[in-house]
């Protein structure tokens, strides 16, 4: 298993600056600049810069340079912990992705947890009471969670919750907060408001993820070793939960491999529509504006989390399924 891992990180490396100048190149592929972005911004509201000033912007953000040379210099730095420069922002990138993805980690660890807990109970139940009156309701509300857009759940709860039950929902914060010190008060009315994302974002995750939990558990309840195990008088309860849930699971560890790079980008457009200070729109700004270093570094990160959580998953099938081996 450790040479195993030792050749996997070996492989996660070369994979990873691949990524990095590939998305950098796709990130500088669109014509014009952040500079061009500035000007026609400028212009929009009746100002102008004259040619010295257009051609000292560029200098200071260096949009002319080759592309090699840019990548050169921003990976350099990036590996020693400095993320360049935002344009837009006028800010460290470092500065501006630690003041958010604490609130963006909290909201996905929160939702993936709340995910995977109701999918494997809501799958366990709905395969082991097949064709019932429950399982064609777990049904329903599955390919419903599927069928609508989590915006579109998030702009129906916000005005369910602000309409029906009079709550104050959007953001992370009641304006008197925002600024605040933290305190008992301050954490509480987080806790008011952070409950509607997570619950948008799990939605639609955990009708997929238990739909897939239903079918792998109805197709494992079948083998002959769950058989066995009843013919020797086995309880129930630990024939499905101890042998056949587990062994069930193994989609739903290679989703989460998958799933970590949700911990930087999150639902981007729930974040919006929620007014959330997240990652999300963050890079979507970014990429928007043309602001490439700060891109170019969550890209970076969303590569360095997707390529760890799929060497996390091969080691977590390796403790659930003891047939897997790695040499």
């Not at 929160?110 to 709905?126: K, R």
């Not at 064709?131 to 309701?137: G, M, V």
């Not at 919006?272 to 043309?290: C, R, S």
């Amino acid at each position: 298993m450790l040479t195993y891992i030792l050749r996997r990180l070996g492989y996660m490396l070369f994979i990873w600056i691949c990524i990095s100048m590939i998305g950098f190149l796709i990130i500088e592929l669109p014509p014009g600049s952040y500079v061009d972005i500035e000007i026609s911004r400028l212009r929009q509201m009746g100002g102008d810069l004259t040619e010295d000033q257009i051609k000292a912007l560029e200098i200071e953000f260096g949009v002319n340079e080759p592309f090699v040379v840019k990548y050169v210099k921003w990976i350099s730095n990036f590996v020693q912990g400095d993320f360049s420069y935002s344009f837009q922002y006028r800010l460290p990138v470092k500065d501006l992705i630690w003041a958010r993805i604490g609130y963006t980690a909290l909201i996905t660890i929160m939702a993936m947890l709340l995910n995977w807990i109701v999918a494997i109970v809501i799958g366990v139940y709905s395969a082991t009471h097949k064709l019932n009156l429950p399982d064609y309701l777990i049904t329903i509300f599955q390919f419903i969670g599927l069928s609508v857009p989590p915006f579109l759940l998030a702009l129906v709860l916000m005005v369910i919750a602000q309409q029906v039950f009079g709550l104050n929902v959007g953001g992370l914060f009641s304006l008197e907060y925002r600024d605040a010190p933290w305190d008992i008060g301050k954490i509480w009315d987080l806790v008011k408001h952070i409950w509607l994302p997570i619950v948008v974002i799990a939605a639609h995750g955990t009708a997929w993820l238990s739909r897939v939990m239903r079918s792998n558990l109805l197709d494992v309840l079948n083998l002959q070793y769950v058989q066995t195990a009843r013919a020797k008088g086995v309880s129930e309860n630990v024939v499905i939960w101890k042998h056949a849930t587990r062994n069930a699971m193994h989609p739903l560890v290679m989703v989460l491999g998958t799933s970590l790079p949700g911990l930087i980008s999150g639902e981007t457009i729930t974040a919006i529509v929620l007014n959330m200070p997240t990652i999300g729109p963050l890079y979507f700004d970014a990429l928007l504006n043309k602001d490439m270093y700060l891109a170019a570094t969550l890209l970076m990160f969303m590569a360095i989390l997707l390529l760890f959580g799929n060497l996390l998953a091969d080691i977590l099938l390796a403790w659930l399924d003891p047939r897997i081996r790695y040499d």
